[in-house]
């Protein structure tokens, strides 16, 4: 068979006519090729590669401080804005902590914000919060109180992305939220007394309210936890006006509320001096946790009962909140937010190992806040009659701290 060859004629002409429209086609293949390549980086990178020039734009949306600003010294002062979040737009309030549901019709308590004495505390950015923890892993480790901090801080946060509810316990004690767009993990860890402790039996087998607690041991509620953790919050306090038998061990080193015969007496000031030192120096000394985990002391919540306790028919009706010369500088809870701090300030002298520990102090900034509190609009339909004046309507007063945390994260991160 005879091959067939192209005429020089024609060689010539589709060498011409190729050539032309390649120079035609030069700057579509270029874009293609570029957004080919985008598209690779973006959706097969394992994370977006613009991701820290958008945390970046984010954390700028929250001024800086100065850091030689004392935040908690200050004063509320009136503030139109009110929350950002209300009673009805958080779906995840709960309902002992939603005042306004459940009868409260004053809403002064709402319209006040806290002031440093020498700076501007800037306003809750759930943008820029979850743009500081995206990848992180943040546990409020306490009692009650505590979780009604992350319910709160949960309602902030909702504002800006809604949260996953991936895991409660069977008592609904012990909650985890994820923010998918973040990746990051809110979670409550509830502990009475935060070192092991049980209550004692008699032989009905029904509680009889003196508690053993072993300082040499804590508890696992939280401790497990704790290697998985890049933000730990920690507090307990309410759970310690009570009968308690402190233990190192198998040593008896005493007892706050109780008159045992031969055993010590101490005041709960000292049983916080026990606990919190031991729990500091776990963290501190902990093999299996992250390098960089940072804690956060958040001090002794007060409660404002007035004219009684909780079981007394104490109350707490104030409408406004409290100037600073109308409070008790010398109050059980200030020399107990004193003692707190002193454990934590031991721990950080000495080495630990790159972890970070700080202070978020509340106590006298809530002191002037015995407005905040449910009262008696709190629907518990059990405990009709009883007042209460230790957690804090959400939203409310409360929604600070996650201002104060919002400056104090920043710092650690």
């Not at 800006?160 to 012990?174: H, L």
């Not at 006006?241 to 709960?268: A, D, K, S, V």
């Not at 026990?274 to 956060?296: G, M, R």
């Not at 004219?307 to 008790?328: K, L, V, Y």
């Amino acid at each position: 068979m005879k091959s067939i060859s192209a005429s020089p004629e024609i060689s010539e002409k589709t060498e011409r006519w190729i050539a032309t429209n390649l120079r035609r086609l030069s700057p579509f293949l270029l874009s293609s090729f570029c957004i080919t390549l985008f598209s690779t980086c973006f959706f097969v990178y394992q994370q977006n590669p613009f991701k820290t020039i958008f945390d970046q734009d984010d954390l700028t949306l929250q001024p800086q401080i100065d850091p030689e600003c004392d935040l908690f010294k200050g004063h509320w002062v009136p503030n139109k804005g009110g929350s950002l979040y209300t009673n009805a737009s958080c779906s995840t309030i709960p309902d002992s902590k939603n005042c306004i549901k459940h009868g409260r019709s004053d809403r002064n308590f709402l319209f006040w914000r806290w002031k440093p004495d020498g700076c501007d505390l800037p306003r809750f950015n759930p943008k820029a919060f979850l743009s500081m923890v995206r990848g992180k892993k943040m546990s409020f480790i306490g009692d009650s109180v505590a979780r009604n901090h992350m319910e709160s801080l949960l309602c902030l946060l909702s504002t800006e992305e809604s949260p996953k509810d991936i895991y409660k316990d069977v008592e609904d004690r012990n909650r985890i939220w994820y923010f998918p767009s973040h990746d990051f993990t809110l979670s409550t860890s509830w502990t009475k007394f935060l070192v092991a402790g049980q209550e004692r039996i008699d032989g009905n087998k029904t509680g009889t309210g003196l508690f053993d607690i072993d300082i040499a041991k804590m508890d696992e509620g939280w401790s497990k936890g704790l290697p998985n953790t890049d933000i730990a919050i920690v507090s307990a306090a309410h759970w310690f006006f009570r009968p308690i038998i402190i233990h190192r061990g198998n040593e008896t080193l005493g007892c706050i509320y109780c008159n045992l015969p031969n055993t010590t007496q101490i005041t709960p000031d000292e049983g916080f001096k026990l606990v919190y030192s031991a729990v500091f120096k776990h963290i501190s000394e902990c093999k299996n946790c992250k390098e960089d985990l940072a804690t956060v002391l958040r001090t002794i919540s007060p409660s404002h009962f007035v004219n009684g306790t909780w079981d007394t028919g104490g109350a707490c009706s104030r409408t406004s909140p409290f100037g600073e010369n109308q409070i008790d500088l010398q109050s059980y809870e200030m020399k107990i937010k004193t003692t707190q701090i002193q454990q934590l300030e031991g721990v950080t002298k000495g080495d630990y190992e790159g972890k970070k520990f700080t202070v978020l102090d509340v106590t006298k900034v809530m002191l002037m806040r015995p407005d905040g509190h449910p009262n008696r609009h709190w629907g518990n339909k059990w405990m009709k009659g009883y007042n209460d004046c230790v957690h804090w309507c959400l939203p409310g007063p409360i929604d600070v701290w996650s201002e104060f945390l919002m400056a104090i994260v920043r710092q650690l991160i």
